[in-house]
C-alpha cells in the first residue's frame, strides 16, 4: 500500500540534494524508491523555493507543498527473502528443483512473483560467483553504529552486585577513526545519546549515521525502505545528517563495524579484564585512555595511524557541528482542557496554549530542558519545564480576557481590592488566606467575601467582618450569615457592645450565685 512520506523524510530527501547526491544514491542512501526520489526533486526544482529555504520549513509546510506517494510493496519482497531462506538449506539435497519451491512459494502466497522474477531475485541474493564488493570509503561520508555483542561489568558498591552494561562503538571508515563508550542499555535514550556523544568525540558530522536495525533506531526494519524511529530521525535532522540503516539480510553492509567491535575486544576489553569498576564514569574513563592509544597504532600495510589519517584529511569533510547538543524527545498526547492548558502526566502539572485550541487534541514533545506542544505538526506553545507536581505553567498571551485575570491572584491582589471596603475587611481577608494550605482555595474564598458589598454595601460588610474578627469565627460563610440575618446592624451586637454596656439586661427573677450556697 502506498504511504504518504513523513515531512522528516522530505527533510532527509532535501539536505542529500544539498550535498550534492544524485537520485539514485538519495534512493539506496534512504531505501525510496528512485522513482519517488525523482517526483519529489521534480516538486523541489519547480516550486519557487531554494532547497535552504525549504530546509528551514516546518514539518506541516514541508506535507501541505508536497504530497507525492512512496510506491513499493516492501512487505512483498521481504516476504520473499524470507522464503529463500528457507529453501536455500535444502540446496543440498539430492532432487531438489527450483519449480518445486516456485509451486510451493505461490500456493501459500497471496501476492507471488512471477517465476523469471522468482528466480531473478533468487540469483541476485545467492550468485556465487559476484562475491564481496569492496567498498572505496569517502572521507566524511558516513559514520557506522553498533552495539558490541559482548558485555562488560561494573560493580554495585553497596550491594556489591555485578551489573551487565552494553559497549556502543562508532567508526568512520575512511580513516577508521573510532568511538567506544559504555552505557546502561541499548535503549532509545542510551543509544541516541552515544550517538551525540561520537559526534562531539570527532568535532564535526558525517553525511550519514549508518546503523544496524536496532529497535532503538528502527520501528519497522525494510530492505528497501525501513520506518526509522522518530527520536532517531530527530536527531537526523538537528545535526544535519540522515540515517541509513543497514539492509536486512545483508551482513556485507556491516562488515567494518564488525571488525571495529572485533578490535575492541582486542584493545580494550582484554586488557580491562582483571581491572574492577564500581560506575559507568570510572568505565568509560579507562575506555577513553585505551581509546586513545589504539587511535594512535600505526596500520600494519601503512606507515599511518587511524588519528593522523582524521586528523589530516577527514576532518576537513565533516560538517560543523551544531551550537547546542541535542536533546533527547518524548512524546505524549494531550486533549487542551476548558481552562486552555494540556496535562503533562510525566510530571502531572499544566502547560498554558492559545485559548482558540481548546477542546482540540495535540502532541507533546518534551526534553529534559523544554515542553513544545504541536497541533497539526505545527509548534503553537513552548515553555520551559517544570517539574514541580501540580504547577500551571502560563503564558500570559495565551489566556482568554477572562483567564488572564486569574493569572494576576495572588495575596497581595486580593488585599488592595479589599481595603476600599474598610480595615476590617482586610484583616478578614488575610485572616482566610492564611488559613488554607491550598492559596487558590482561598481566593475563591475571598472572592465570595469581597463579593457581599454587591448587595449590602461597603459599610454593613466591615461592621459584618468586625463581629466576625470580634468572635474569632471569620469565614465567608459566617460573615454572609451575619449580613442575612441584620446582624450587623442589632445594637445587641453593636451599639453597646461599643459603649461597654452589658449585653445582658437586669432581671429580678436571676439568681445570684448566693442562691447556690
Known sequence: MANKLDPMDIKQ???LVKDG????????TLGISRNTVNSYVRQFSSSKYSIGE????????LSELFTNKTIIDTERHDQLMRYFECINMSRGHPGFTFLHHYNDYVNTTENPYSYTQFMEHYHRKYNQDKGSLKLNHLAGHEMFVDFAGKKLEVIDKSSGEVRLVEV?????PFSQYTYVEACSSQKRIDFISCCGNALHYYGGVPKAVVSDNLKSAVQRASKHEPTINRSFKDFAHHYGCVINPTRTYAPQDKALVENAVHLTYQRIYYPLREMTFFSLEELNKEIR????????????????????????IEREYLKP?????YQIKDYRRAKVQKMGYVYFSP?????????????????IHYTSKNVEVYYNHQRIALHQRNSTMGSYNTIADHLSSNHKLYIQWSPGYFKNKAKVHGKHVVRCVEDILASVDYPEIGYKRVIGLLQLHKAYGSNRLDRACQIALDADMVSYSRVKNILRNNMDNASLFFDKKDQNISHIPTHNNIRGAAVYK
Do not use: C, M, W
Open 13 to 15: 530527501i532535501l539536505q
Open 21 to 28: 547526491y544524485s537520485n539514485r544514491k538519495i534512493g539506496v
Open 54 to 61: 525549504l530546509l528551514s520549513f516546518d514539518e506541516l509546510r
Open 168 to 172: 556502543f562503538i562508532a567508526i568512520l
Open 289 to 312: 585512555l585505551l581509546l586513545d592509544e589504539y587511535n594512535k597504532l600505526l596500520f600494519q600495510r601503512r606507515q599511518v595511524s587511524r588519528l593522523e589519517l582524521f586528523q589530516t
Open 321 to 325: 557541528l551544531p551550537r547546542e547538543r
Open 347 to 363: 510530571d502531572k502539572s499544566y502547560y498554558s496554549v492559545p485559548y482558540r485550541y481548546i477542546g482540540k487534541q495535540t502532541q
